[in-house]
T-cell receptor
């Protein structure tokens, strides 16, 4: 157990729907990162939050949004889902904003039918 | 833009053999090069990392070789074991750009008994 908790583990939904993925970082970690892992794209960085504030943005679609709450847990919202959004979504956390070492959760597998 | 290219995509090695995975990067500002190991159903976990001021780092059976002039680095797994069967990701980050990790496409390693 890495200490990073992601829910749900699996999610199946239909095109056009909206889902929310949840992440609790490791105790003491202030920074949360979201990554998307698909078969043909590898691990793609989506967005980073540090202590409640957005710190960096990667290849995140406008249909996707995220936030980090005062208790430091984070949610990734995916809307108007398309077939191509099917992927593993990983949350990772680190002690501070510029830390090199990321601790990953086990991921949430999203299937869009 | 794929800034870190990883090869091969898959690798089969006999038990006791040497597994070699290669990565090449484009951004000369990268100053931290970690390797992550991912088992099925788990998130990636940090395996070993190197900074460009050294050409080699060894931790047990795992060695990173780094060639700054060629902008390449590789992971060598000596005496490969079936338990090493996993997907390996190289990555790179830049301390002056928030240490955001850019991952390679991954290599699926199978070590045959």
């Amino acid at each position: 157990d890495s200490g990073v908790t992601q829910t749900p583990k699996h999610l199946i939904t239909a095109t056009g729907q909206r889902v929310t993925l949840r992440c609790s970082p490791r105790s003491g970690d202030l920074s949360v990162y979201w990554y998307q892992q698909s078969l043909d794209q590898g691990l793609q960085f989506l967005i980073q939050y540090y202590n409640g504030e957005e710190r960096a943005k990667g290849n995140i679609l406008e249909r996707f949004s995220a936030q980090q709450f005062p208790d430091l847990h984070s949610e990734l919202n995916l809307s108007s889902l398309e077939l191509g959004d099917s992927a593993l979504y990983f949350c990772a956390s680190s002690r501070n904003s510029g830390a090199n070492v990321l601790t990953f959760g086990a991921g949430s597998r999203l299937t869009v039918l | 833009q794929q800034q870190v290219k990883q090869s091969p995509q898959s690798l089969i090695v006999q038990k006791g053999g040497i597994s070699i995975i290669n990565c090449a990067y484009e951004n000369t500002a990268f100053d931290y090069f970690p390797w992550y190991q991912q088992f099925p159903g788990k998130g990636p976990a940090l395996l070993i990392a190197i900074r460009p001021d050294v050409s080699e780092k060894k931790e047990g059976r795992f060695t990173i070789s780094f060639n700054k002039s060629a902008k390449q680095f590789s992971l060598h797994i000596m005496d490969s074991q079936p338990g090493d069967s996993a997907t390996y990701f190289c990555a790179a980050s830049n301390n002056n750009a928030g240490n955001m990790l850019t991952f390679g496409g991954g290599t699926r390693l199978m070590v045959k008994p």
